[in-house]
């Protein structure tokens, strides 16, 4: 690969310079930041085109690239230091946990080629699913409805409903049942 020839000027980020500029700055002091509560921290991501349901929570440190491509579902958590790096849409259902310093990235680039080309895909993460803490989703990745990604785990593809995956590369350890 060499760098010299990378371009992302076929990549739209979905929203003026002005808009991007202005999200920077006021996430970096108020949503990132420590200051307790979720209420505000959900409204500013709505002003900024997010798609929230009700009675969702947001931890601090919450890191969100663009909110305007950031659906949530209701009654979902966000946990402390989740980034969510969403090049491409992002969407997580309704009552489902991410767990804290959680990594969600829609972006890589290949580099299999010279120009080392930026690829995006949407993530989904299903109802009632629980991403644990210091797990990585990586572009393209489907988490299906009710399905565990344990802690530190690294999740990629299609993960099937109602089960446990653990591990990098990530496995199918059990099914999930609920009591």
Known sequence: MFLNTYSSADFSRGASFLKEMAWIMLSGVLV???????????????????????????????????????VVGDYSWIGEDVWIDNLATVSIG????????????????????RSFELIVKPISIGDRAWIGAHSK???????????????????????????????????KVSQRKLI
């Open 32 to 70: 990132t930041s420590w200051f307790p509560g979720s209420r505000w921290r959900v409204t500013l991501m709505r002003l900024f085109g997010a798609r929230i349901g009700q009675s969702v929570v947001m931890k601090p440190g919450v890191k969100v690239k663009f909110p305007w491509r950031l």
């Open 94 to 113: 309704s009552h489902a946990c991410i767990s804290q310093s959680a990594y969600l990235c829609t972006g890589s680039h290949d580099w299999s080629i």
């Open 137 to 171: 989703i990586a572009p393209g990745t489907l988490v299906g409805e009710g399905a565990v990604v344990q802690m530190g785990a690294v999740a990629n593809g299609i993960l099937s409903p109602w089960h446990i995956y653990s591990g990098s590369p990530i496995r």
